[in-house]
């Protein structure tokens, strides 16, 4: 078996000091690999700077990444290389990158400069177009108010069935203090939207130093419910070891 | 000898998922904390969330923050509990904080209203004032750009001299990619501004792995050069404690 895990959580940076980052640690991703390894899997491991590494093992190889730019650049590298049984897109990607910073003097010549140009009508989005790009080293703090403009990334989940449509893929959905229904309905919709074949489904309110929550979703619904990072680990390798098994015999 | 330590880099919450935060460590900040606890003095650390933690110790306390707010609460109440014969703050406080977040419908929808509100005028700073602070648990993806508007955070450094005013203090200033005279200048002006008695100024340029320039600045100029982590520690505590002594005689 070859799988292919991605864990922690893509930063985005707005200048080389400051970024924009998620909360995910990488502790899940790193269980989900060891379970992986006792299974006697070969496992490739894309994870991001800032999250915990998995412990060195001979059948494990760990790819670095910062940002999602990175991460599309080297995934489609690895799905391009390798065949792999399972992809676990346990990673928490941005879904927003920056595209302009602003100081307050310069969004305001931005607005106005729209009227000039605009005059008499309503702003479209076709203002965002109008911004510049700058590249800066590190932004001057001398302003009152900074405004960060960023735009949507990439869908790297897509990119996992276009290049390996018989893989088995298991997506991650992390939404905030939601009733279990609306998780698990979104949990299916993402599902279908990536072509995944199962949805890890959590809630953040249900996610504490000692517990986290986890559904296992796929059209059918939950097939399997953990209360512990080990838990969701475990859940996982073991619904997909007899699939594989069996798309191997 | 009673230090106060300040360690880290602090994360501004955008909402419950995504945070701003920059680059710091705690790499240097440990080091420091070492150094004063080798000349046997008691340590009070304020540390960030995502910082490499010191070492236990007995002579040292520990208190964690997470944001610029949290930093503002525990400084003062340490600075007012306890009297520091020095206060080494080389936490990177964020300057800005997040006060509004808005989709590209919400945005469009302030910007025009806006000149509903004032025909014929150009956009001033009190359009920023004009913005709802939504509180979200985590801000839909459902949409092309997301505008994340920030405000100037408290200089935090400046409370410090009005809580002790005897205090030795010593700040440090991080520029990117300047000519040496440029940050010599601006660590000066930061000295002054913010009543330090010593500033460690560098340059995120000259930062590797294995080297950290570092330069030692008063208002004479540079006092010292260290070339690494381990000897900024050092030749901030060595510059330190024969001053502290002498007051003590």
């Known amino acids: 078996m070859r799988i292919l895990v991605t864990l922690g959580g893509t930063s985005e940076r707005i200048d080389q000091?400051?970024?924009?980052?998620?909360?995910?640690?990488?502790?899940?991703?790193c269980l989900i690999v060891a379970e992986w390894l006792a299974q006697q899997a070969t496992v490739d491991a894309i994870v991001t700077t800032h999250a915990k590494k998995p412990a060195p093992h001979e059948q494990l190889s760990v790819y670095p990444i910062h940002d999602t730019a990175d991460l599309v650049t080297t995934m489609t590298t690895l799905l391009t290389t390798h065949t792999y049984d399972a992809v676990i897109h346990s990673m928490a990607v941005s879904d927003f990158t920056p595209s302009a910073s602003l100081s307050q003097a310069q969004l305001l010549e931005a607005l106005n400069q729209w009227h000039y140009t605009h005059p008499n009508e309503d702003f479209t989005a076709q203002w965002f177009d109008t911004l510049p790009h700058p590249v800066e080293n590190k932004l001057s703090s001398a302003t009152d108010h900074l405004t960060v403009i960023l735009k949507k990334t990439p869908k790297v989940i897509q990119l996992i069935k276009q290049y390996q449509p018989t893989t088995l893929l298991v997506g991650f959905k992390l939404l905030v203090q939601v009733e279990q229904d609306e998780l698990i309905a979104v949990a299916k919709?993402?599902?279908?939207?990536?072509?995944?074949?199962?949805?890890?489904?959590?809630?953040?309110?249900?996610?504490?130093?000692?517990?986290?929550?986890?559904?296992?979703?796929?059209?059918?619904?939950?097939?399997?419910?953990?209360?512990?990072?080990?838990?969701?680990?475990?859940?996982?390798?073991c619904t997909l070891v007899p699939i594989i098994k069996r798309k191997k015999a």
């Open 17 to 29: 000091v400051r970024e924009i980052t998620n909360q995910s640690t990488g502790t899940l991703g």
């Open 189 to 237: 919709k993402a599902q279908q939207t990536n072509q995944a074949d199962f949805v890890l489904a959590n809630d953040l309110s249900q996610i504490t130093a000692s517990t986290h929550v986890g559904y296992l979703v796929n059209e059918q619904g939950i097939l399997a419910q953990a209360n512990t990072k080990a838990e969701i680990a475990h859940v996982i390798v």
